[in-house]
């Protein structure tokens, strides 16, 4: 819940009762390493604030799973069409590691919003983050190569490194883990010398 | 205005007074084929609605422009981060015909959310149907190929094909100009037989 705090102090202040409102209306949840949290053909009726951990966003493709982002601490997730819609995701959401998540459904930010009108706020910032993190994800696809961004991620989340299996990140990087241990090389390689 | 009325229609109702507010706070404002409507490097703070023509987003890497989508009638365009968090964009914005914008400045948000609180939901579905926007150009990028993209797009916008210059779709194909013939040579021949 405190990482969920510290990013709401960021932009807004909830007093005391707020707080323990907002504690007592929302669900934290842990999965465990490689288990699954939303599976596609669902409908999403939940936004999650990643609090602890790490989850894959992947699409399944023909029977292969392609990896479209890694979700970690401080991040807001959200099917935005089926969420909205109420129509089957596609979007299928995976712990890679110990993982820990707050969890807003629908019926709680509703119940929310009519006890707490801040929460209408928070309910917009999570969208607007999540936006944020699509429009980014968009940039980085036409704007870089796939060494540029093995670079960014491992700038911007070094940490993925050590938690998610290589055939996960070479799949992000639109790459075969071939290429991939090629890349590594070169990059060690280059901070050596 | 006409479009964007028929849109906001579709999740909440306006009553007269409402609506003539809504046209009087927002700017109408027409863009001639090929005109810049925002250029990266400034501090994006409007929320734009095409109410009629195409507009491209595209990124500058290195000298060279690269497309990463066109909105077409009735979507709404935000350079997220740069609208959150008053930061330079790294989005620029161009009309490839004869476009016109409504525009949401963010201090005519502010002041219509106080004289009409429906704003402030018109405002979050803005931001959403952007999210859902860019989530399928990630399942896009990440699901499909280049010949399976380049379908998508003549199924949901056709009319892309007569607007926009070859080499704005080959960019946002993500190819050469001459992939793209290829394909649709490819493609024609196949519908054709």
């Known amino acids: 819940m405190d990482v969920l705090l510290e990013n709401i102090k960021t932009y807004i202040t909830l007093n005391k009762e707020e707080l323990s409102l907002l504690e007592k209306k929302t669900t934290k949840k842990t ?10 053909g669902k409908i999403s009726n939940e936004i999650y604030f990643v609090s602890k951990g ?5 699409y399944n493709v023909d029977g292969t799973d392609k990896t479209a982002f890694f979700y970690t601490e401080g991040q807001f997730i959200c099917a935005g069409e089926s969420f909205t819609f109420n ?16 969890i807003f459904t629908k019926s ?30 968009i940039a980085s696809f036409v704007t870089k190569s796939p060494e540029e961004r093995y670079l960014e991620l491992l700038k911007t989340k070094k940490e993925l490194f050590q938690r998610a ?20 090389k070169r ?3 280059k901070e050596r010398s």
Do not use: W
């Not at 790490?54 to 992947?58: A, E, K, N, S, T």
């Not at 089957?88 to 993982?99: F, M, R, V």
């Not at 009519?114 to 944020?132: C, G, S, T």
């Open 54 to 58: 790490c989850v894959r966003l992947f």
């Open 31 to 40: 999965y465990h390493k490689k288990e699954i949290i939303f599976e596609e």
């Open 165 to 184: 299996p290589q055939q996960y990140i070479a799949s992000f990087l639109g790459i075969s883990p071939e290429t991939l241990s090629r890349i590594k």
């Open 87 to 102: 129509i089957p995701a596609i979007e299928n959401y995976q712990a890679i590691d110990h993982t820990e998540l707050i």
């Open 187 to 189: 990059v060690y390689n």
């Open 108 to 137: 709680d930010i509703e119940i929310l919003t009519k006890q707490l009108p801040k929460m209408e706020i928070i309910a917009r910032v999570a969208v607007e983050n999540e936006l944020i993190t699509s429009q980014k994800v």
